[in-house]
């Protein structure tokens, strides 16, 4: 699920995209700016990087490319086409927004966009020109704030109103099979072998085979969980590592969705779960990092290995690397990158994303 702008790590440099409608690139040996870019509307998506390219969209509508090489090199104040920068505006039809709020989809040769019209649309990587748009997939609510995610030819949507489609890759047709829950779908998909497992508004976690009409099964069993599943999970090994807004962290059978162990954080979990290496890293909304080593068997009492606390609103999506997670802070008036070491169980740096006036 989109609405909060995390982190991205690449080749040493820290991307994140501001509320106040800029790109920054930090440079994580030095700690400092290295360059940033004042797009004058609210990022919300996670920048993503692509050999020399970063892109993010806009709440305004907007995809940008921008070449990380050459900004690294000199400031520049506009777009520069010369080194394959550019910027594709998303139609706002007859919608009542064309916000890109979900995070950007990039593959081999293409960008997948959902957007706020409640259409999907592929751009080519290179111009950012336009390979197909979808239908409007969610009339009732007429916006798209789920990412879309990709198996082989096909891309898996979930909806507010309850849907799962299957597009074709190539042209963005709806292809044969659906998937409809009497509840909407609060975060976006997550593919392992051929099952879909997502998040709904009526505090479940689901579990979808592709092509079958009804649940493989759901989670909890009996009684729903204390919120909903907000944060897309993880799965690893054929466990699903859920975080909910009721606090808790579940890990999950795949197969049969039978309860393995939970973990109470206390505080709502927002974002999805981090692997690193063994290492399964949680944050909630506090700002207290679990880090949980899957190399050992955890018994009837969780007990992370690690517990750190940086005193910051964490709802974003955070990435690890190196021994290193990387974490935004949403609290405005703090406003800052947090970098914690794992093995030394504290903040390494951290670095104020607060506009020089």
Same mark, same amino acid.
């Given at each position: 699920?989109?609405? $909060?702008?995390?982190?991205?790590?690449?080749?040493?440099?820290?991307?994140?995209?501001?509320?106040?409608? #800029?790109?920054?690139?930090?440079?994580?040996?030095?700690?400092?700016? +290295?360059?940033?870019?004042?797009?004058?509307?609210?990022?919300?998506?996670?920048?993503?990087?692509?050999?020399?390219?970063?892109?993010?969209?806009?709440?305004?509508?907007?995809?940008?490319?921008?070449?990380?090489?050459?900004? +690294?090199?000199?400031?520049?104040?506009?777009?520069?086409? #010369?080194?394959?920068? $550019?910027? $594709?505006?998303?139609?706002?039809?007859?919608?009542?927004?064309?916000?890109?709020?979900?995070?950007?989809?990039?593959?081999?040769?293409?960008?997948?966009?959902?957007?706020?019209?409640?259409?999907?649309?592929?751009?080519?990587?290179?111009?950012?020109?336009?390979?197909?748009?979808?239908?409007?997939?969610?009339?009732?609510?007429?916006?798209?704030?789920?990412?879309?995610?990709?198996?082989?030819?096909?891309?898996?949507?979930?909806?507010?109103?309850?849907?799962?489609?299957?597009?074709?890759?190539?042209?963005?047709?709806?292809?044969?099979?659906?998937?409809?829950?009497?509840?909407?779908?609060?975060?976006?998909?997550?593919?392992?072998?051929?099952?879909?497992?997502?998040?709904?508004?009526?505090?479940?976690?689901?579990?979808?085979?592709?092509?079958?009409?009804?649940?493989?099964?759901?989670?909890?069993?009996?009684?729903?969980?204390?919120? $909903?599943?907000?944060?897309?999970?993880?799965?690893?090994?054929?466990?699903?590592?859920?975080?909910?807004?009721?606090?808790?962290?579940?890990?999950?059978?795949?197969?049969?969705?039978?309860?393995?162990?939970?973990?109470?954080?206390?505080?709502?979990?927002?974002?999805?779960?981090?692997?690193?290496?063994?290492?399964?890293?949680?944050?909630?909304?506090?700002?207290?990092?679990?880090?949980?080593?899957?190399?050992?068997?955890?018994?009837?009492?969780?007990?992370?290995?690690?517990?750190?606390?940086?005193?910051?609103?964490? #709802?974003?999506?955070?990435?690890?690397?190196?021994?290193?997670?990387?974490?935004?802070?949403?609290?405005?008036?703090?406003?800052?990158?947090?970098?914690?070491?794992?093995?030394?169980?504290?903040?390494?740096?951290?670095?104020?994303?607060?506009?020089?006036?």
């Amino acid at each position: 699920m989109g609405g $909060w702008s995390g982190a991205t790590v690449h080749d040493g440099v820290v991307y994140v995209g501001s509320k106040d409608g #800029r790109v920054v690139a930090i440079n994580s040996s030095t700690q400092s700016q +290295s360059w940033n870019y004042t797009i004058n509307a609210a990022i919300y998506t996670t920048p993503i990087v692509d050999g020399d390219l970063v892109y993010v969209g806009t709440y305004s509508g907007q995809v940008l490319a921008l070449n990380t090489t050459a900004r +690294s090199q000199q400031d520049f104040t506009s777009l520069q086409k #010369r080194y394959g920068e $550019w910027e $594709w505006d998303c139609p706002i039809d007859n919608a009542k927004s064309n916000a890109i709020v979900a995070d950007l989809l990039v593959s081999d040769d293409a960008i997948y966009v959902s957007s706020s019209n409640g259409r999907v649309y592929s751009l080519g990587k290179e111009f950012g020109d336009l390979n197909w748009e979808s239908k409007i997939l969610d009339e009732k609510h007429g916006k798209l704030w789920t990412s879309p995610v990709i198996q082989d030819d096909t891309i898996y949507v979930s909806t507010f109103d309850g849907h799962i489609y299957a597009l074709s890759l190539e042209t963005g047709d709806l292809l044969d099979w659906s998937f409809k829950s009497e509840a909407g779908f609060a975060s976006s998909p997550v593919i392992y072998g051929d099952t879909i497992f997502l998040g709904s508004f009526d505090r479940h976690l689901y579990a979808v085979k592709i092509g079958s009409d009804v649940p493989m099964w759901k989670f909890p069993q009996e009684k729903p969980a204390g919120n $909903w599943f907000w944060a897309s999970p993880i799965v690893n090994e054929g466990i699903v590592y859920a975080g909910c807004l009721d606090g808790k962290l579940y890990a999950i059978e795949a197969k049969t969705g039978e309860e393995l162990w939970e973990f109470d954080a206390k505080n709502p979990i927002v974002s999805s779960p981090v692997l690193m290496d063994n290492l399964l890293i949680v944050t909630d909304e506090s700002g207290t990092v679990y880090v949980f080593d899957l190399s050992v068997e955890i018994g009837d009492e969780v007990v992370p290995l690690k517990t750190i606390s940086i005193g910051a609103d964490v #709802r974003s999506p955070f990435c690890a690397q190196d021994g290193l997670v990387y974490i935004r802070d949403e609290n405005n008036k703090n406003n800052q990158l947090y970098v914690v070491d794992i093995e030394k169980g504290e903040v390494s740096w951290n670095f104020s994303l607060t506009k020089e006036e």
